[in-house]
């Protein structure tokens, strides 16, 4: 039996142990930290739809009408009007032939992997991919193909090692931690050279990349090339749940054969009418997605002109590399001292030796205060001595 205490010992010797901090309130550009008020840079909410009043109405529309919850999984009784309107719309905005809703992002790729893969196959999946899909091959009992982060020529090589036993090519379009952008063309003609599925995960994507916010696969001008889109409901849409967008075919073999989606309940109403406003709101004021764009390019510029290069990212995620993970945290405590909040970010969610900031701006900041936090991050990562980090791959 695993000793507990020693354990947990052990996690705050070695500066991995972690902690629930206490949020007052909506998740806005502002919010109550553990009592206090500070500017939130580490915040999902990237188009501040998760507090926009429309959306929040809906919801509470959603809950008076249908209830606060589904009461039993989609195959029972659990599928209701509002799950099918916002899979179609969902589809329709991606581009898909149809839409399946799960009810998380973890859930959604766990399943969809484990469904689309079995043993004897081979899943080739990027090294810096969510934890989620890391799971998901575990769970698919193939074998797992883990290529260099964004190295084309090493998955080629694995698709030749593999042959006929290749089933699946899998990636974030956003890596949640880097922020950079998945090759994606180059795994899309991959995948059809050697007759093997693509599937994209857009959690960090939708909303933030692509005509209107479509995702990193439609800003790649690709669509039929990639088989499966998964995207996570609970960031730049603002409530909770996830969706894999698909040929109706592939969408009907899930809804059968993922056991996250037939084993578990169907998402609650209210979430579900919310994320359905919340992709009504972003269809209609796309500006938010550019308002977006610049707001990180100048968190990023500001961080490079205090010395802190945000390595590869060209996206809302901007990682602040400190190395150390006790470090890091010093980091992220003295910069909530002084009113901005950046979770720091540890192995096993980085690997080893990459502890870092992870900051990720929202359409509602203003630029003058992600300037002034990044003066203050950078006078934090000093005083913590922490200017010498190991720089993040550029
Ligand atoms: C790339 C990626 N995929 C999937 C998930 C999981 O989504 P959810 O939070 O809806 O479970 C996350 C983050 O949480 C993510 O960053």
Not at 12 to 18: C, D, N, Q, T, V
Not at 85 to 98: C, N, V, W
Not at 216 to 236: C, H, I, Q, R, Y
Request: charged share 20%.
């Amino acid at each position: 039996m695993t000793d507990v205490a020693e354990r947990l010992e052990e996690l705050r010797e070695s500066g991995l142990h972690r902690r629930l901090r206490l949020v007052g309130g909506p998740q806005g550009p502002h919010v109550e930290l553990d009592g206090r008020p500070v500017l939130l840079l580490c915040s999902n909410n990237y188009l501040g739809l998760a507090d926009h009043p429309r959306v929040r109405s809906a919801a509470a529309e959603a809950a008076l009408r249908w209830g606060a919850g589904a009461g039993a999984s989609r195959l029972i009784s659990g599928n209701m009007e509002v799950h099918r309107a916002l899979e179609e719309r969902l589809a329709a905005f991606k581009g898909y032939e149809s839409a399946l809703l799960f009810g998380s992002g973890y859930l959604a790729n766990t399943g969809t992997i484990a469904a689309l893969a079995g043993r004897g196959e081979v899943v080739f999946s990027d090294e810096l991919n969510h934890a989620s899909i890391v799971d998901g091959c575990r769970l698919s009992r193939a074998e797992a193909f883990v290529y260099r982060h964004g190295d084309l020529e090493h998955l080629a090589w694995g698709l030749r090692e593999a042959g006929d036993r290749a089933a699946l090519i899998v990636t974030d379009g956003v890596f949640s931690m880097d922020g950079d952008v998945a090759p994606l063309a180059g795994l899309a003609e991959l995948a059809g050279r050697h007759g093997c599925r693509l599937m994209v995960d857009e959690a960090h994507a939708t909303g933030a990349l692509g005509p209107g916010g479509r995702g990193s696969v439609a800003a790649a001008e690709l669509g039929a090339e990639v088989d499966l889109v998964v995207g996570t409901l609970g960031k730049a849409l603002g409530s909770y749940g996830a969706y894999v967008c698909a040929s109706r075919e592939l969408t009907e073999y899930l809804l059968n054969a993922a056991r996250s989606f037939v084993f578990s309940t169907a998402p609650p109403p209210p979430s579900v009418a919310a994320s359905l406003a919340a992709l009504e709101l972003l269809e209609s004021h796309p500006h938010r997605v550019e308002r977006l764009t610049e707001n990180a390019a100048a968190l990023r510029a500001a961080l490079a002109a205090e010395g802190l290069p945000a390595g590869r990212s060209r996206t809302q995620i901007v990682p602040v590399a400190v190395g150390d993970a006790a470090r890091t945290m010093e980091v992220c405590e003295l910069a909530l001292e002084r009113g901005v909040f950046a979770q720091g970010i540890r192995p096993p969610t980085v690997p080893e030796g990459t502890s870092r900031l992870r900051l990720s701006v929202m359409s509602t900041h203003r630029a003058g205060e992600l300037e002034r936090a990044a003066k203050l991050i950078a006078g934090a990562a000093r005083e913590a001595g922490a200017t010498r980090a190991v720089p993040l791959a550029a």
